[in-house]
Structure formats: structure tokens, C-alpha cells
């Protein structure tokens, strides 16, 4: 089996949070939703499963974090372009996301962030390799 990564997230408002999700991008999987959560996919490896406070808390050991005031996680999504991060934050505004910041360029990286109605800080980026900085071997 091909190794996997699903984050967790606690949401208060589980369609409003489908609806911002796949606005995203991301889609839903039926096979892993109810009620309670839905699994939203990223790509065949990366998912992220959206679940009620009261289902979240069924697995936690600890209180749900305030990600409305404190930041629990940065959780970065990379795309094929520059034109892609915009056109993802577009969608993902217009679905009631918030833009804490402006665009972030690092030259061989452009990088967004975006809130979800939960504050959970998603950061869409675009990097092209072939402008990666080289580091000199220093002389002694």
C-alpha cells in the first residue's frame, strides 16, 4: 500500500466547510464521509478529513485548539503555477476564506495563505526548481 497522509481538522460548520474545501480543489470521497466528516482529497496520497467538533473530540486526547486566534498547524499545498495559487485563493475567498497576508516571493518560490472559517491556515505555492539558489562552498 502506497504510504498516505491524512490530516485531521476540527470544524464547526461541516458544509460551509465542504463548500470552502471544494472550492480548493479539493473532492469529496464518499467512501470515508458521513454526517459527522467528510474526507476531502488532495491527490491519491493527501487527504484531509473535515469533522464535527463532536467527532474530532471522539479521537482526541486534548481540548480542541482556538485555530480562530492561535495557529495549531501551516499546511502547504504546492501547484504547477503562479497562476494556479491565484486562481485556488481566488475560489477559496469568494467561498469565505481569508487572506491574512499578501503574497510571499522568495524568487524561485510565490507562496499564498488562506484561512478556512476554523483558521486553519492553508498555504497554496508555486516553485520552480530551476530558480533555486546554489549555495558558493565557502573559502577558508
Known amino acids: ?19 470552502f474545501y471544494t472550492a480548493l ?5 464518499p467512501q470515508f464521509s458521513d454526517d459527522t466528516g467528510k474526507c476531502m482529497v488532495w491527490s491519491d496520497n493527501i487527504f484531509v478529513m473535515i469533522l464535527t467538533h ?16 492561535n495557529v495549531a498547524g501551516l499546511f502547504s499545498l504546492s501547484v504547477d503555477s503562479v497562476d494556479e495559487v491565484n486562481t485556488m485563493m481566488d475560489n477559496g475567498l469568494k467561498a469565505g476564506g481569508t487572506e491574512p497576508n499578501e503574497m510571499r516571493d522568495y524568487g524561485f518560490m510565490q507562496q499564498r495563505t ?7 491556515t492553508w498555504e497554496p505555492f ?5 530558480k533555486i539558489p546554489t ?3 565557502t573559502r577558508q
Not at 480543489?25 to 470521497?29: A, D, K, L, V, W
Not at 479521537?59 to 486566534?69: G, R, V, Y
Not at 488562506?114 to 486553519?120: M, R, T, V
Open 1 to 19: 500500500m502506497a504510504k498516505q497522509i491524512f490530516i485531521n481538522l476540527a470544524v464547526k460548520d461541516l458544509q460551509k466547510s465542504v463548500n
Open 25 to 29: 480543489g479539493f473532492t469529496i470521497n
Open 54 to 69: 463532536e467527532k474530532f473530540a471522539s479521537f482526541a486526547t486534548k481540548p480542541i485548539a482556538d485555530t480562530k486566534s
Open 114 to 120: 488562506i484561512e478556512d472559517f476554523d483558521g486553519h
Open 126 to 130: 508555486y516553485m520552480d526548481m530551476s
Open 135 to 137: 549555495q558558493q562552498p
